[in-house]
């Protein structure tokens, strides 16, 4: 049995994994190390589905399969989370050999649950699979990663995502707009191809952005106002919408004709740095997120 077919690059990690799989040899726990949307969760689901033996497309539902996400209040994993995911690690599997746990956004354990996960990487159950997902290794423990095999992803070919997308979408222009839109990143791109209305979403909010950076102070807030009232996740995704707005605005300034404005391109970077000080404080901190975007409209 395979698991390549829905994955977008990374062969060299399918094949390491095809082969411990096929010979019986796989390890207790693996680091799935690289940038967000580059296809770790994604790769993670496929190959669980290998190892569990499970053909249904949402493996996320299979009882022997467990998935940990930070603590949407404390937005990061804590102790108690770890305590119940090695209750159900204890449990023996339920219609496979192996009980296997995906845990998203591994960097953002507290040290005391960094330490209780360490004991069960120490030692581990002969049925359990861990799978650690992070895009920021510096901040987990050396012993953790010590404990795990560790498979760093790279960005896949842009060849690669140009031939996916000329098999699943016939439009050249909404092909280029995904790949203009995903930042060549396959996560994303699988994403953007399975929601179509995910793109015209992306599309109309990036128009109302562009036109609220030529309003005054007061219109600017009136407009925060309004995404302020959103959920997190959803807020965090409006800012990942202008951070490519940006990068975009960037691309044209230094592939325009004629000389490149430093002074330009090094404002748009130092606002595409404010988004992306704000999403991570959004993300981890209990923060003003109002007050926090406020700032930000006022300063890009």
Known sequence: MSF??????????????QKSYNAGKLSHAYLFEGPDHIGKKTFALEFCKLVLGDSINDIEKNPDLIILRPDADKKQIIIEQIRELEKKLSLYPYSSKH?????EKADMMTKAAANAILKTLEEPNKTTILILLTSNSGNLLDTIKSRCQ?????????????????ITIKDKLQRDKIMEMSGCKPGKIVELVRDSDK?????????????????????????????????????VGLLNHYSFYFRKKMLEEIQGKGEVDKNKVLKIKDNIDLL?????NILTKNINIKLALENLFLQI
């Open 99 to 103: 009980k296997l746990a995906i845990i």
């Open 276 to 280: 992306n000080s704000v999403k991570g």
């Open 199 to 235: 793109v015209k979403e992306i599309s109309i909010a990036i128009n109302i952005f562009s036109d609220i950076l030529h309003k005054n102070n007061s219109e600017k807030l009136d407009y925060v106002e309004t995404i302020a009232k959103k959920e997190p996740n959803e807020i």
């Open 150 to 166: 560790i498979m760093k992803f790279l960005p896949v070919e842009k060849r690669i995502l140009e031939d996916f997308l000329s």
């Open 4 to 17: 390549e077919k829905n994955i977008l690059g990374n062969k060299k990690i399918i094949d390491m994994l």
